[in-house]
């Protein structure tokens, strides 16, 4: 699955599972937010 880290701003790390078009946001709170049915350009484009 792809993975994006991010080294600024409250988002950590970004996961995307595109066979199930679901987007997992890692907050620095460490909360983990699951997103379904999101378009692969949405990912893209964090």
């Known amino acids: 699955m ?26 620095e709170s460490k909360t983990i937010l699951a997103y379904k049915h999101v378009p692969q350009e949405v990912y893209r484009r964090l």
Do not use: E, M
């Open 2 to 27: 792809p993975t994006t880290t991010f080294n600024s701003g409250r988002i950590r790390k970004a996961v995307n599972d595109p066979a199930s078009r679901q987007l997992d946001l890692h907050w």
